[in-house]
């Protein structure tokens, strides 16, 4: 799908000439309507044996019963060994207990910051907690002044959010993904912790549709910190103008008390249930996760990998930028695995929305957060009742 | 009766498509508002249940819905007039004896009903930008602060009304002007030697003539802007709080989006009411006019 369709045709004539029995078909998706199309594949049954899967769609497709289970092949496997991969993004890829997917590439989101700005309001080092965090953003604040901010949160991208509320102790959805557990007070500490960065004029109230272009609006410093994921490293690189390429860097996020933990996004790569050829399509799996091959897959993509040998190569390793992502793969959690999840977290932000906009306090937009996801989870609850007796 | 025959035959080819592609459809949405067909049905069709009326109560229970709704009568209630204002405005400027270059204006008003709306959207999205938009630079210049048009929600639906004025008028503009240029002339002339002044002219001469136009467009306008959809899927996705979410877009969210095609079906068929409600209304009220 994406940047990813186009690049792993330059690693496939590798894998044939390996295996000259198995010739690879690829057909190529946009992200933006890659999820409708799988969907509408499996209710036309056409699916093929083998895909890249946004994982957190795995729960999904695996409701839908159309994903194989994987653990015998991965305990055959001796490329696939789930210690070599970073614990939070190996986790993403079970359902019920069982393994539907291989971690292809990991996505997190860490701290991009100007630090030249940083150190001029009198920071030399990127926050690691809340508190620090907090003062960094009011003294950058006082640094550039009323018609600049110190971070940018987009309104409409639930990622940052989500990963403060991840770094609590409280589960987002209770009782194995039946309740919404938005009211828990660590929940509410996030959610004031993330508004509290508009109140106190930090963050402006925008949608990204209202910031004309990320990186020039980076470069002149109207915004010092920002969250985002590994393809803005190239990007970063790419757009911004050469004078400026020795203020910026990346940190991981912070959390409540010292380095905080951060969302487990990626791809993964499934295995169809209406495949015909599973043995085929489990070799092509296990050369794509060759530690080599990843790096290389990285060098034409930009996308990071999930196992931890990977990283020790030259390319990876010597990458300033790269390394706040390796630190931050150690501590990333998943998001609940249910299939409603997506529509759960644009509830979420859409609720967060109310409260920066001052409609709503804190306990009432928890609470009212909680009713409509109990809702959303309504079927499921049925569902689930209904499997226990058999 | 042979003949009856024949003539199904003629319209038979007809009615088949009509049925296949129309109605069928229809039926099957109907169908499915009573279920809560959604991603688990679409799995193992033993997770689909019939539950009745249900959708509709709970759709009508949903605070989101309402004000989909408000935000769709809004939109209506002041777009619609805007826009037939608008286009009969114009059509009158460009049926003026005092115009000139009519082919030029007709074809530059038209013009944006033929464009692309993603086009336009990603134009007017820069016109509209809070800190480099031309349309607050121009404010500026007149001393208005900076207003932040499509993330404020006071703001957000005026922009999107204003943005489906400028798109369609248009196309009404051109049918007003067709039926301008029926009027017959003598009917005017009868009126100047009366002593009627311009604007009397336009009340008592032009407007009645225009009158089963201004009904059809009307009604062609007001049930095309209820389908409220693009110009906020574009400009907004509903945002900012909600404020340009319109029934459609609601129902687009459920069904496309969220997959629930049942609670989607449901707000069709409450859409398709409303619509067909609305319609009935106009003719009804000017059904009684003509009779007075």
Known sequence: ?390 | MRLSAIAWGFVAPALLVIGMFFLLPVATAAVLSLTDFDIYALADLRNLRFVGFENYARVLQTPLFWQALGNTFYFVVVGVPLSIMVSLGSALLLHSRLARFKPLFRTALFAPVVTTLVAVAVVWRYLFQTRYGMVNYALGQIGVHPIDWLGDPRTAMPTIILLAVWKNFGYNMVIFLANLQAIPEEVYEAARIDGASTFQQFVHVTLPMLAPTLLLVGIITTAGYFQLFAEPYVMTQGGPLRSTVSVLYFMYEEGFKWWNFGTASTVAMLLFVLIFAVTWGFTRVTKNEAGA
């Not at chain 1, 690691?128 to 006082?142: F, G, I, N, Y």
């Not at chain 1, 018609?147 to 609590?168: H, K, T, V």
């Not at chain 1, 050829?277 to 990998?305: C, K």
Request: glycine fraction near 6%; proline fraction near 7%; charge should be neutral.
């Open chain 1, 1 to 390: 799908m994406g940047r990813e369709g186009e690049v792993i045709e330059q690693l496939l004539p590798e894998f044939e000439r390996r295996n000259p029995d198995i010739h690879v078909q690829i057909q190529q998706l946009p992200w933006t309507a890659a999820h409708e199309k799988l969907l509408t594949a499996f209710a036309g049954d056409a699916l093929p044996d083998l895909c890249q899967l946004g994982n957190t769609w795995v729960p999904e497709f695996a409701a839908l019963d159309a994903l194989t289970d994987l653990d015998s092949l991965v305990a055959r496997s001796s490329v696939v060994r789930a210690e070599d991969y970073f614990p939070g993004i190996w986790e993403t890829n079970f359902v019920d207990g069982r393994m539907k997917g291989i971690p292809w590439y990991v996505d997190t989101r860490v701290l991009f910051f100007r630090s030249d700005l940083l150190s001029k309001a009198g920071f030399q080092t990127p926050p690691r907690s809340w508190d620090e965090w907090q003062r960094a953003l009011a003294a950058v604040k006082k640094e550039v002044g009323p018609a600049r901010y110190a971070i940018l949160l987009p309104l409409n991208e639930f990622e940052p959010l989500l990963a403060l509320g991840l770094q609590q102790e409280e589960p987002l959805l209770r009782d194995d993904g039946r309740w919404g557990g938005f009211s828990s007070p660590g929940f509410r500490r996030a959610l004031d912790f993330y508004t509290q960065m508009f109140r106190n004029g930090w963050a402006p109230s925008l949608t990204d549709a209202g910031i004309s272009n990320v990186w020039t609006e980076f470069a002149q410093g109207y915004f010092s910190f920002y969250i985002s994921g590994p393809w803005n490293i190239e990007e970063f690189k790419r757009r911004l103008p050469a004078e400026r390429q020795h203020d910026w860097m990346t940190a991981p996020l912070p959390g409540p008390h010292g380095p905080g933990a951060s969302t487990a996004g990626g791809s993964s790569l499934v295995i169809f249930r209406s495949s015909r050829h599973v043995p085929a399509a489990w070799r092509l799996i296990e050369y794509l996760s060759e530690p080599v091959v990843q790096v290389r897959f990285h060098e034409l993509s930009g996308n990071l990998p999930p196992r931890r040998t990977a990283w020790q190569y030259k390319r990876l390793a010597g990458d300033v930028y790269a390394r706040a992502f390796l630190d931050q793969l150690e501590r990333v959690r998943p998001a609940p695995a249910v299939p409603e999840w997506e529509r759960i977290a644009n509830e979420m932000q859409l609720t967060a929305e109310l409260v920066v906009h001052g409609k709503m306090n804190i306990e009432e937009a928890t609470r009212e957060l909680d009713r409509r996801v109990d809702a959303i989870l309504a079927k499921r609850r049925w569902m689930l009742a209904r499997r226990k007796p058999s």
